[in-house]
Each structure stands twice: as structure tokens, then as C-alpha cells.
């Protein structure tokens, strides 16, 4: 892919520093970076998490993997590419977020260990919380909500994480929910706990 860059452009720093803006909202800016293979979890955890934050009087937004694809990523597919530069727009997309101030969860696969490492490093180490979302290949399968692992199975798609292409599994997750064995309900109250233990809320 080839990526226009522009060279008549400034950055524009804020009067608001993320600071003031977290001392507003008494909460920490950060990314909680969910991975895993899909049917994993992943976004139905996040989405837990982003329910009991709101109960809490906490801001918080989930950036699905689905839903980007809709509008801001809508132009990319799933070649290795395509999935680097999915990763590289929502770890950017990811950082504003949590420069206001905001949890921010993202709810990607994000396949490659290398894609997911220059996310945390553009995003700050004391800002990037990966949770990785284990599950067997053989519960995902069962699982398979919107039969997609079938469909690979069959040859219908082409390129689909676990099947024909790889998933790299995090090496040092900030968090690993084990949904083999957790249910939401346990899935979310770790998470909850890991962000009162590290005074992110």
C-alpha cells in the first residue's frame, strides 16, 4: 500500500493538556488493546467493560473491529497489508482518544505481534493495556457466531486468522482473560480489578 504523505502540514498542540483533561473526568487516559482470535470475546468483554465504566460515572468508548471497517477502514481487506494498516490507523485513532482523557478499548484481532508492539510504543507504555483474549481454537469454532470459522473451513474466505492465516499470540499481555474458562461476568471483574489496582479509575 502506498500512503500519500504530506509535507505542508504542523502539529497543532492543545492549551488542555490530557492531564487536565483527566483530572476533569478523575480517570486515567488509556487504551485497554483487546486481542485474540475471533469469537474470542473480545468485543463482548469490551463491551461489558464499557457498561460498568458508564455505572461508574467513567467515560469510556469501544472501538470494534467491525465497526471501523464500516466507515474508517471501510477501503481495506485482509491481506497482511491491509491488516498492518488497519492496526497502524486504529492505534492512531486509539492515542487521540486517550489524549482526552478517555478509556479507550479496541476490539481487533490484530494478528501480529509487530503490528500490535508499534501500536503500544506510538501510544505510550504507561497508556496501552493489552488484554489478550485466549480461547481454543476448537471453543472459537464451536462458538463461531457469525459462522465465518465454517465458512473458512469450506474455502468461502480466504485469509481468515487460525485457519489460513496466523495469529501470533502476546508474549508479556498487560492482562490474559482466559475464556476457556472465564465467563463475561469474570471476564469483565479482572479487568475491573486491574484498572482499580493500577489507579486508572
Known amino acids: 500500500m502506498t500512503i500519500q504523505r504530506a509535507t505542508n502540514i504542523t502539529w497543532h498542540g492543545s492549551a488542555v493538556t490530557p492531564k487536565d483533561r483527566e483530572e476533569l473526568l478523575r480517570q486515567k487516559g488509556v487504551v485497554i488493546w483487546f486481542t485474540g482470535l475471533p469469537a474470542s470475546g473480545k468485543s463482548t468483554i469490551a463491551h461489558a467493560v464499557e457498561v460498568e465504566l458508564f455505572k461508574h460515572n467513567h467515560l469510556a468508548y469501544v472501538l470494534d473491529g467491525d465497526n471501523v471497517r464500516h466507515g474508517l477502514n471501510r477501503n481495506l ?5 491491509d491488516r498492518e494498516e488497519n492496526i497502524r ?6 492515542k487521540l482518544f486517550a489524549e482526552t482523557g478517555m478509556i479507550t478499548m479496541t476490539a481487533f484481532i490484530s494478528p501480529y505481534r509487530a503490528d500490535r508492539e508499534k501500536s503500544r510504543n506510538l501510544i505510550g507504555t504507561d497508556r496501552f493495556i493489552e488484554v489478550y483474549v485466549k480461547v481454543s481454537i476448537e471453543v472459537a ?5 457469525k459462522g465465518l470459522y465454517k465458512r473458512a ?3 468461502e474466505i480466504k485469509q481468515f486468522t487460525g485457519i489460513d492465516a496466523p495469529y501470533e499470540e502476546p508474549e508479556n499481555p498487560e492482562l490474559v482473560i482466559d475464556t476457556n474458562v472465564h465467563d463475561l461476568e469474570e471476564s469483565k471483574d479482572l479487568i475491573m480489578k486491574y484498572l482499580r489496582e493500577q489507579k486508572i479509575i
Do not use: H, T, V
Open 77 to 81: 481487506g485482509f491481506s497482511p497489508e
Open 89 to 94: 490507523r486504529i492505534g492512531e485513532l486509539a
Open 141 to 145: 469454532e464451536e462458538r463461531d457466531p
Open 153 to 155: 473451513r469450506a474455502g
